[in-house]
């Protein structure tokens, strides 16, 4: 069985939109990522920290999912990482809150000796030392390295975040950061932009508008599914980025074909994940709801014009 | 040959983007309309108004490309409908730097003879009370009636705007313009209150975000082709429409299924008519153009997924 090592957020969530409010919830890039991926049959490890005042109930719903979770830190007598955020009306925009560092603050990610040698690794945002300090562990060259980032560390650590560019395989941002990383306004030349830094593989998601995969000269789009309400999107990314590396891991072709049922994988997963407040949806979904899901995909954007 | 009747503006327009401006060129929704359906095998005929201001040549141009201009009506001591607009940065936004009705103003369409009995009409956006005297000239129940307004018609003529989407079976809008005729934010809402209004089938055109197309519970999402540069996105809309009722008149075939090609060979020629300013780009376009296009349109959405 293939191996996946996630590493990125183990966090509390604090979430308003026009439709609700919750206390401190399960969160983070990490367990997003996670959830999405255990949909695939693949061993999975998650490389992470959390404070004294982490539920064991939720480390317990990871390890549930077949998600390893040995590297993740338990710092007794620190507190979790806490995030705090109010979505506007058209749910594409966000006010945080609150950001509490707090263990993340001093982070020093260990990769379990077992999931040194995985075949993909999949970087969830992070300080982009943390990123290369994980790649570094790594003893064997991996298959896939999936870089997720986003503005704050090209605002705050630009150069590192250079650096663990040039070091991955496929990277996923949304637009504007793309634009910012280039300073170009078209996605195509923003694109070929990022080729240049390092990444062969450029996904831009775009949120409700769906995401873009490029590749050298070649470009694929996968529309997000047209939903009647996005209840809360938070996590959407990193269960869009854990659906790509969880089914790239599981099929083990990292080919550009198949990097396309990837970003429709990962949007699947991701149209599920707004259903609910934060992780809710993701812990009841079934493999046939996944399907039916997928043939919706299908039926939304595939035609029968003949050249 | 199936028969297709165009109602629409045959104008000047003026036009100012980051990459350049124009003097009074030629323009109007009938024009683009036109010049995108005459990609196919079809006997169409445009009805406009024009003023004695109008080069010949402009009229020989459509007709060279097998357009019925019986319809288009010289006002000789009038003036030729004028747009001018300068587009922001963006390309997403645009201010009218100037809109002279002129011979608009008191037009009085006459659909000629011979396409009193056309299978397709489809209504450019004009004030909604020449749309109706188009449709009740039709002297057999056309197999397909398409509707393209915007949002000035929501401010000003909403009742008569009602009228005529009663009466059609499509209606191609903009997102903003179907959130505006609904009150709806989400466009899966909003499509299903506008079904409600009449049109079967909803159109809902997002720029460079691709179109949606709705009918009863079903959705289609055309991407729009990622391009490097878009220069000009003036008649992109309408360059759409005439695509999409060029293609489903030359087929005959207007079922939801072949109705997913239409919009796709909308969004193709669409993506040509922005490379270039004005209607230049649709005036060179060829056949062999336009299929390498509709492949790279099956390569951007076609994907491999066994279920």
């Given at each position: 069985m293939s191996k996946l090592v996630i590493v990125g957020t183990v966090a509390f969530d604090a979430i308003e939109t026009p439709f609700g409010k919750t206390d401190k919830i399960l969160g983070g890039a990490a367990t997003y990522i996670g959830l999405s991926a255990s949909n695939f049959q693949l061993d999975a490890a998650a490389v992470s920290v959390v404070g004294g005042?982490?539920?064991?109930e939720y480390l317990d719903l990871l390890k549930d999912r077949?998600?390893?979770?040995?590297?993740?830190?338990?710092?007794?007598e620190g507190k979790t990482f806490f995030w705090s955020g109010i979505y506007h009306n058209d749910m594409n925009s966000r006010d945080t809150l609150a950001t509490e560092l707090n263990v993340l603050a001093d982070f020093n990610p260990i990769v379990p000796d077992n999931y040194k040698d995985s075949d993909v690794v999949m970087l969830g945002n992070l300080h982009p030392i943390v990123q290369i300090g994980v790649l570094n562990q790594m003893t064997k060259k991996p298959k896939l390295v999936v870089l997720d980032t986003m503005n704050f560390w090209m605002d705050t650590a630009l150069d590192q975040l250079h650096e663990v560019i040039k070091r991955v395989d496929v990277i996923t941002i949304n637009d504007e950061e793309a634009r910012q990383l280039t300073?170009?306004?078209?996605l195509v030349v923003a694109a070929r932009k990022i080729h240049e830094m390092g990444p062969k593989y450029v996904v831009i998601k775009k949120g409700e508008h769906g995401a873009l995969l490029f590749h050298d000269d070649n470009v694929f789009y996968a529309p997000a599914l047209p939903l009647e309400e996005v209840f809360d999107p938070t996590g959407a990314g990193d269960t869009f980025a854990g659906g790509f590396a969880g089914y790239l891991a599981s099929t083990g072709d990292v080919s550009f074909e198949n990097m396309k049922n990837a970003v429709i994988y990962g949007s699947t997963l991701a149209s599920f994940c707004?259903?609910?407040?934060?992780t809710e949806r993701m812990l009841t979904l079934t493999q046939d709801e996944v399907n039916k899901r997928l043939q919706q995909f299908k039926n939304l954007t595939q035609f029968e014009i003949e050249l």
């Open positions: 005042d982490f539920p064991q077949n998600i390893n979770i040995e590297g993740i830190e338990i710092v007794k300073g170009e306004y078209s707004v259903e609910k407040f934060g």
